[in-house]
């Protein structure tokens, strides 16, 4: 059973730069992609960042030259740096796990594992 927990989030002025980090545990050999998602109030929850275990990225087009995914050596941590940071940033933040499949998609459905959040405040 795959468990998640985010840390790093926190209050950034806008221009600002914020590191999120996401630790995995129990069966992360078989991983094959994580991600990080994030969803504002009264908006639905969206995909910002994914990686497979070997490295692939795959970004949303809001977030690209901005933000990088990057990953250990093994499916037991990402780590999201998010750089030049607007307030349309401000979200919480997820990170997800899911087994199978060839293609790291942003589509939140795709993943079956969440963390519980950690909040990114952008003003």
């Not at 545990?25 to 929850?45: D, L, N, T, V, Y």
Request: charged share 20%; aromatic share 8%; net charge positive.
């Amino acid at each position: 059973h795959v468990q998640l927990v985010e840390s790093g989030g926190g209050s950034v002025q806008r221009g600002g730069s914020r590191r999120l980090t996401c630790k995995a545990s129990g069966g992360i050999s078989s991983i094959s992609c994580m991600g990080w998602f994030r969803q504002a109030p009264g908006k639905e929850r969206e995909g910002v960042a994914t990686i497979d275990h070997n490295g692939q990225t795959n970004y949303a087009n809001s977030v690209k030259g901005r933000f990088l995914v990057t990953k250990a050596n093994t499916m037991k941590e990402i780590t999201l740096e998010m750089n030049n940071l607007e307030p349309d940033d401000t979200a919480m933040y997820y990170c997800a796990a899911r087994r199978g499949g060839f293609y790291c998609t942003t589509v939140p459905e795709a993943y079956g594992y969440w963390g519980k959040g950690t909040q990114v405040t952008v003003s």
